[in-house]
């Protein structure tokens, strides 16, 4: 059926040879683009970079709950010992942070001393050190100088400038050259009605008569010349500054690099010196955030009113071992408290004192602040789910807030101030290390702007970012703390958006064996019938 077809086809190639190569050219060609065009192509990955900065990191426990108008608060302490006071009576009426019991505290008291003393001492440390680094600084930034000098004004000889002074003793050069600038010093001398005289050209200009007894100044090149006692005029010697022929000269520029290098070292931000200082500054970190939590802890044996009252019953008496499980006495007040249900986990991090920020469903716009004043040491068993009952007591009333509200708290649970931080997004954990995606330094594909922080859509890097080992602090959700591991400035990985495939649409190309063309499509699918010739 199809065997006159290709015999056309046949007879056609036979009688339009050119024109049948050129066509089977192009149709190897469009194929290739053809193909080409449906392969799979991969988008490189591309990152959101971010930079190190200093800020303040203020952690929160956050939780909602209802507000009542407490009638009875039990007092519980927070740690164990022995009571050693019981200061109040029963019946009396107690103001809020009035203290009302005390337990012995001599390890915690003892704790808190240590802390003051380790902290002093880390203090020590950094002055000494910052110290340290402003007299090494100057130090070395003196001996570059010193080198520098001794450099241009090591064995200064005056070298003849053509064949008549060659034949002359030269004059002897001394001193040592101030001017700190590197060139050349021309001596000539001319008959004048005095004597002979000199002068001088290049890096100082002066005047005067030759002697040959005592050197002359200069000018204020900080040298002297000595003239040879048969000196006579039109002379000429050149003083080279530094004398690069000289024995001496290797050694000294060998010291004055040397010099460079140390001043540049003490000044790098990487150098030894920096992250020595750097490292003390985060010892002093660490030793007020020490000296806060042995506070936080000694304050807990202090047993304190949470509001205004009077207290209704008080069941310890001096000399008890108590508990977090005991109940030291009641207080009746009227005041509205907000009262909350946290998990095990968030409550580890909630104590008696710490202040809270209260918000309201029902009022638009009030926050209030807040004082956490009880908190369960047993919870309830919900589900499988373990929670422990809040109070907080507000510091402030307002009309507004009636007995019953949703309220939602947010408890400061910790604050670091003036600490190295990045986006949370930027820290990761492997085998419960931390590890941040640095930029290796000199990367330049990071668009300055003025967050210090990329568009979403991210850049590409020259060197694929390293992972950096870190030590981390607070977050508050946003920002985490960096302990160690990064410096202020350092550029970090913030999210890396993963490399994506995508597939080009192939096209249907045209005939190009000539004549029309008859498209049928079947089921979906076209179908091209090419008529060939005439």
């Known amino acids: 059926m199809n065997t006159p077809f290709f015999q056309r086809i046949r007879l056609y190639i036979k009688n339009h040879t050119a024109r049948s190569i050129i066509i089977a050219i ?26 190190v900065q200093t800020g303040t990191i203020v952690s929160t426990i956050t939780g909602t709950g209802q507000i009542s108008t407490s009638n009875t608060v039990a007092l519980k302490p927070q740690v164990s010992g022995q009571l050693l006071s ?6 009396s009426t107690v103001s809020k942070g009035q203290v009302l019991y005390t337990i012995q505290a ?11 003393g380790n902290l002093a001492s880390a203090q020590l440390a950094l ?15 003196k001996a570059v100088t010193t080198a520098y000098n001794t450099l241009l004004s090591s064995n200064l000889q005056a070298t003849p400038a053509d064949t008549d002074t060659s034949s002359v003793q030269a004059p002897t050069i001394s001193g040592n050259y101030t001017l700190g600038k590197e060139g050349t010093i021309t001596v000539k001398t001319y008959s004048s009605f005095g004597g002979v005289s000199f002068q001088t050209s290049g890096l100082v200009a002066t005047t005067g008569l030759t002697n040959s007894t005592n050197a002359q100044p200069i000018g204020t090149s900080g040298l002297y010349i000595l003239f040879p006692n048969n000196v006579k005029g039109n002379l000429t010697w050149t003083i080279s500054i530094p004398n690069t022929n000289s024995s001496s000269y290797v050694s000294n520029e060998n010291a004055y690099e040397t010099a ?26 660490s030793a007020q955030n020490s000296l806060a939590s042995a506070e936080e802890t000694l304050a807990q044996y202090t047993i304190t009113s949470p509001f205004d009252g009077v207290l209704a019953s008080s069941t310890a008496n001096v000399g008890d071992q108590v508990s977090s499980a005991d109940t030291l006495g009641t207080v009746i007040t009227n005041q509205e408290v907000a009262t909350l249900s946290l998990n095990e986990v968030d409550v580890s991090k909630v104590h008696v004192g710490q202040k809270a920020t209260l918000t309201f469903d029902a009022v638009d716009g009030l926050s209030l602040a807040g004082t956490v004043s009880t908190v369960d040491q047993v919870g309830t068993v919900s589900s499988g789910v373990v929670n422990y009952s809040v109070t907080i007591s507000l510091d402030t009333q307002d009309p507004r807030v009636k007995s019953g509200m949703t309220v939602t708290a947010a408890i400061q649970a910790g604050i670091a101030q003036d ?22 330094d000199g990367d330049t594909s990071m668009p300055a702007t003025s967050t210090g922080t990329t568009a979403a859509v991210g850049v590409t890097l020259a060197t694929p970012p390293t992972q950096t080992a870190v030590e981390i ?6 920002n985490t703390e960096i302990a160690s591991g990064l410096t202020e400035g350092q550029k970090i990985v913030t999210k890396t958006v993963a490399a994506t495939t995508t597939k080009a649409a192939a096209t249907t190309a045209p005939s190009l064996l000539g004549g ?12 091209s019938t090419t008529r060939i010739g005439g």
């Open 516 to 527: 029309g063309s008859n498209n049928r499509s079947f089921g979906g699918t076209t179908r």
């Open 26 to 51: 192009i149709a190897v060609l469009v194929i290739y683009f053809a193909v080409h065009a449906i392969i799979k192509k991969t988008a490189p990955t591309t990152y959101v970079l971010g930079s």
């Open 260 to 285: 460079k290098e140390n001043e540049a070292e003490a000044a790098d931000p990487n150098g030894s010196n920096a992250v020595d200082l750097q490292s003390k500054q985060l010892a002093v970190a």
């Open 473 to 478: 602090g607070l977050t508050d959700g946003t």
């Open 127 to 141: 002055r000494a050190a910052q110290t340290s680094d402003t007299n090494n600084s100057s130090d070395l930034a």
């Open 419 to 440: 600490v190295l931080t990045v986006p949370a997004s930027a820290v990761h954990t492997s085998n419960g290390a931390s590890y941040v995606l640095s930029v290796p």
């Open 106 to 116: 001599t390890d915690a008291a003892r704790a808190v001393q240590t802390a003051k």
């Open 86 to 91: 019981a200061r109040v009576k029963t019946g």
